[in-house]
């Protein structure tokens, strides 16, 4: 294989299957109505109208289909039909199926026909199809360029801008880099290689990050990602990237599970659950790749990202079971088991964007549980919230990117006994792994907040959608820089954006956002704890 640049446009080069094979794809309505004379550019004179319409009718999407063209250089293939309410209409994940099969070999191109509000999801569906992370010794010399031209269809379908391209070139890099992120191996991708990487998103975008690294760790009160991370020989870290421009009136933090390789501790993991750990970086990864297209599309607001970057390595130095450590929201944690160890750097992490970056709106990203697989499933992010405008809003940006999340139950009042501890403020585990053990980890993290946290705190726990099959799918990237596209300068962003979050801040109400009686209880929760 080859190294392959990635390129968009908004319009079609002429150009000749025999010398650059073209792959179309579309809805089949979308084909159909917008036929031959669309994409004459790419297959005259090989393809005439007659083998192309002829074409169209024998396709039959179940729930794709391709038919080629011209041998194995022009190939048609359509999107399926049918799309169920919790499935993008972009049809995101058929899209990146459809380029693996059917790409071209070499230099080609690939025609996207659809709607101007399905470009930014597809663009990324495109980009996952082609990884950047590789160690094969057999790979071709130089670099091959794949170029991904959009036909726009539709009420809104003058074709795409300069900005719009650019957006959908720094959107393609930032899938591909998270990507390249977690597809790397610990040996190559450890702390100190992390931090490098954060340092160079920075240089791109002017701006020096703030690092916290090993014993500093200790002495500033980070007990929970000093724990973890202690045993490992290259040293945990907190790193931060803040973007402020001028008039920014809110703070916004996201912050980044960085667990670079995750043995489980002293609770060790079977051989078999430990293989592809070192995707436990994932939420770091999409935090750093996300925080890159955001600040390059002009972000208007101010935008931390967070990094809680720890090997959770086995050795005399690991933290142990019994163990009690203090995070630096003060709050103390029985350890019961080293293999919950996400929630324990979170917890640092969103404590110092709340305590030390004063943000009000706080997004946490992380390959957090097992569970959420068996709850949400392969495709689907899950999402635990304080506030169910902006859960509904995760669930929208969702379906517009392509990057879909689905909620879990928010009830601390049920479910944060779990924790419950006769010696600490809390236990790490919970007691009961069948009582919704991914809310349980969302709602670990929330309590160094403080239940009655006045802002908006998300919890986006990705631990399923972040690879597929046996690689990375950069996902989270387009998801919350839709989330948050108020906010962005690029208009194809900001025009699939959640409305009605233009406050961006947390209403004051019972304790439970309005949806029960029990207000007193979540303000209880925070002195139980």
Same mark, same amino acid.
């Given at each position: 294989?080859?190294?392959?640049e990635?390129?968009?446009?908004?319009?079609?080069?002429?150009?000749?299957?025999?010398e650059?094979? %073209?792959?179309?794809i579309?809805?089949?309505?979308?084909?159909?109505?917008?036929? !031959?004379?669309?994409?004459?550019?790419?297959? *005259?004179?090989?393809?005439?109208?007659?083998?192309?319409?002829?074409?169209?009718?024998?396709?039959?999407?179940?729930p794709?289909?391709?038919?080629?063209?011209?041998?194995?250089?022009?190939?048609?293939?359509?999107?399926?039909?049918?799309?169920?309410?919790?499935?993008?209409?972009?049809?995101?994940? &058929?899209?990146?199926?459809?380029?693996?099969?059917?790409?071209?070999?070499?230099?080609?191109?690939? +025609?996207i026909?659809? *709607?101007?509000?399905?470009?930014?999801a597809?663009?990324?569906?495109?980009? #996952?199809?082609?990884?950047?992370?590789?160690?094969?010794?057999?790979?071709?010399?130089?670099?091959?360029?794949?170029?991904?031209?959009?036909?726009? +269809?539709?009420?809104?379908?003058?074709?795409?801008?300069?900005?719009?391209?650019?957006?959908?070139?720094?959107?393609?890099?930032?899938?591909?880099?998270?990507?390249?992120?977690?597809?790397?191996?610990c040996?190559?991708?450890?702390?100190?290689?992390?931090?490098?990487?954060?340092?160079?998103?920075?240089?791109?975008?002017?701006?020096?990050?703030?690092?916290?690294?090993?014993?500093?760790?200790?002495?500033? @009160?980070?007990?929970?990602? !000093?724990?973890?991370?202690?045993?490992?020989?290259?040293?945990?870290?907190?790193? +931060?990237?803040?973007?402020?421009?001028?008039?920014?009136?809110?703070?916004?933090?996201?912050?980044?599970?960085?667990?670079?390789?995750?043995?489980?501790?002293?609770?060790?993991?079977?051989?078999?659950?430990?293989?592809?750990?070192?995707?436990?970086?994932?939420?770091?990864?999409?935090?750093?790749?996300?925080?890159?297209?955001?600040?390059?599309?002009?972000?208007?607001?101010n935008?931390?990202?967070?990094?809680?970057?720890?090997?959770? $390595?086995?050795?005399?130095?690991?933290?142990?079971?019994?163990?009690?450590?203090?995070? !630096?929201?003060? #709050?103390? %944690?029985?350890?019961?088991?080293?293999?919950?160890?996400?929630?324990?750097?979170?917890?640092?992490?969103?404590?110092?964007?709340?305590?030390?970056?004063?943000?009000?709106?706080?997004?946490?990203?992380?390959?957090?549980?097992?569970?959420?697989?068996?709850?949400?499933?392969? !495709?689907?992010?899950? +999402?635990?919230?304080?506030?169910?405008?902006?859960?509904? $809003?995760?669930?929208?940006?969702?379906?517009? &990117? @392509?990057?879909?999340?689905?909620?879990?139950?928010?009830?601390?009042?049920?479910?944060?006994? *779990?924790?419950?501890?006769?010696?600490?403020?809390?236990?790490?585990?919970?007691?009961?792994?069948?009582?919704?053990?991914?809310?349980?980890?969302?709602?670990?993290?929330?309590?160094?907040?403080?239940?009655?946290?006045? @802002?908006?705190?998300?919890?986006?726990?990705?631990? &399923?959608?972040?690879?597929?099959?046996?690689?990375?799918?950069?996902?989270?990237?387009?998801?919350?820089? %839709?989330?948050?596209? *108020?906010?962005?300068?690029?208009?194809?962003i900001?025009?699939? =954006?959640?409305?009605?979050?233009?406050?961006? =801040?947390?209403?004051?109400?019972?304790?439970?956002?309005g949806?029960?009686?029990?207000?007193?209880?979540?303000?209880?929760?925070?002195?139980?704890?």
């Open positions: 294989m080859s190294v392959t990635l390129r968009y446009s908004g319009s079609l080069l002429k150009t000749n299957p025999n650059n094979g %073209v792959l179309i579309g809805q089949l309505k979308n084909i159909s109505a917008t036929g !031959y004379d669309a994409v004459r550019a790419k297959l *005259e004179p090989t393809v005439d109208h007659q083998t192309y319409n002829a074409a169209i009718t024998q396709l039959q999407p179940s794709t289909d391709s038919i080629p063209l011209y041998f194995n250089k022009a190939t048609l293939s359509v999107l399926p039909t049918r799309c169920s309410r919790h499935n993008s209409t972009s049809r995101a994940l &058929s899209i990146t199926r459809l380029v693996k099969q059917n790409c071209p070999s070499g230099d080609c191109f690939i +025609v026909i659809c *709607e101007r509000q399905h470009v930014l597809s663009a990324c569906a495109v980009a #996952r199809a082609f990884p950047l992370f590789s160690c094969k010794s057999n790979k071709l010399p130089g670099q091959r360029i794949v170029t991904v031209e959009f036909v726009i +269809v539709g009420n809104d379908a003058h074709p795409l801008s300069d900005a719009d391209t650019a957006c959908l070139h720094d959107a393609g890099y930032g899938v591909r880099l998270a990507a390249k992120i977690v597809d790397a191996p040996a190559d991708m450890h702390t100190d290689t992390f931090v490098e990487e954060i340092k160079a998103v920075g240089a791109v975008l002017n701006i020096t990050p703030l690092i916290i690294r090993g014993e500093e760790l200790r002495e500033r @009160g980070f007990g929970g990602l !000093y724990g973890v991370g202690k045993a490992a020989t290259n040293p945990p870290a907190l790193v +931060v990237l803040s973007h402020k421009p001028a008039g920014a009136t809110r703070s916004i933090a996201w912050v980044g599970k960085g667990i670079v390789f995750d043995t489980g501790g002293l609770c060790i993991k079977p051989k078999a659950s430990m293989l592809t750990m070192k995707r436990d970086c994932g939420g770091a990864a999409t935090v750093l790749a996300a925080f890159y297209l955001a600040v390059r599309q002009g972000f208007r607001d935008l931390h990202a967070v990094f809680c970057l720890a090997e959770n $390595a086995v050795g005399p130095l690991a933290c142990r079971p019994d163990d009690i450590l203090t995070l !630096y929201s003060g #709050r103390t %944690v029985e350890i019961n088991n080293t293999d919950a160890e996400g929630r324990l750097v979170l917890g640092d992490g969103v404590t110092f964007a709340q305590r030390d970056l004063n943000c009000s709106i706080i997004v946490d990203v992380a390959t957090l549980t097992g569970a959420q697989g068996i709850a949400t499933g392969k !495709y689907h992010a899950a +999402v635990v919230s304080n506030d169910e405008q902006w859960e509904q $809003a995760c669930v929208t940006a969702g379906l517009a &990117s @392509g990057d879909m999340c689905h909620p879990l139950p928010f009830s601390p009042e049920l479910h944060f006994s *779990e924790f419950t501890s006769a010696v600490a403020d809390m236990k790490n585990s919970v007691a009961d792994r069948n009582n919704a053990p991914s809310s349980c980890a969302g709602l670990f993290i929330l309590s160094h907040l403080g239940f009655d946290f006045p @802002g908006i705190w998300v919890h986006l726990d990705i631990a &399923s959608p972040v690879a597929m099959g046996e690689r990375a799918t950069g996902y989270g990237v387009a998801l919350l820089n %839709v989330l948050f596209g *108020e906010a962005s300068s690029c208009d194809l900001h025009a699939i =954006a959640p409305t009605g979050l233009a406050s961006w =801040a947390k209403v004051e109400d019972d304790g439970c956002n949806n029960s009686e029990n207000g007193s209880a979540q303000k209880k929760l925070k002195t139980d704890v």
